[in-house]
């Protein structure tokens, strides 16, 4: 979306970043994948809600450590697909966190394809996950409250294009009886305050991501205490 869809844009690599507590003998070790929303576009890598999620969980005694965040902006589940997975499958975390399916939405995925790959994204991703129940999805926020939202309309509703997909999102983590934490209402709160969305106007702020994380902590917390 806006640089969402320049697919040279940089991509945010951490590993490492955020280190377990000295005395943890056996840390969580987290991987985040997705697209500009879970890389941050639109604030600092430190304003990315995995960076973010990651460092209140170290602050609630959860020894993890932020390998990677394998996510750029533009990416949707096909590039998760073929870029994302082997990165995941070698660093062989034991927590994991899903937000993609934006750019699905605004290149014209049909919702039975994008159901296909957010499945077959999904299942790999728990192959390498020891414990099945250590994935947390989150759902897609409504872009649609955002200044620059109506350029990527092409005469579609996007609200109601995004809760389509959103349903998906959460019908295929219930099969696998998963997490899903559902930010599209907080995300909402962007169309009435300007210091929620980036200088892009399309983009969250760094204020919107730490929302978003206010949200995504409890399910992420639930599992991992």
Known sequence: MGRMFVFFVFFFVCPALIRAQPDS?????????????????????????????TLHLQRQGVPIQLKKILARTGWATSE?????????????PNFATLMIGVNDWVRGVSP?????????LIDQMLKSLPDKKNLVVVTIPNFSVTPSAKQYARGRDIAAGLSAFNAIIKSE??????????????SQEMQND????????LHPSAREYALWEQWIFPAAYGILK
Do not use: C, N
């Open 25 to 53: 003998t056996s840390p969580v070790r987290y991987v985040a994948v997705g697209d500009s929303y879970t890389m941050g576009e639109g604030a600092d890598l430190k304003g990315s809600w995995p960076v973010i999620l």
């Open 80 to 92: 998760a697909i073929v870029y994302a997975l082997p990165g995941f499958q070698e660093l062989k």
């Open 173 to 186: 983590a219930a099969l696998r009886h998963l997490e899903v934490v559902d930010i599209f209402p907080v």
């Open 194 to 201: 300007s210091t929620l969305v980036a200088e892009d106007g």
């Open 112 to 120: 039975e394809e994008f159901r296909k790959r957010l499945a077959i």
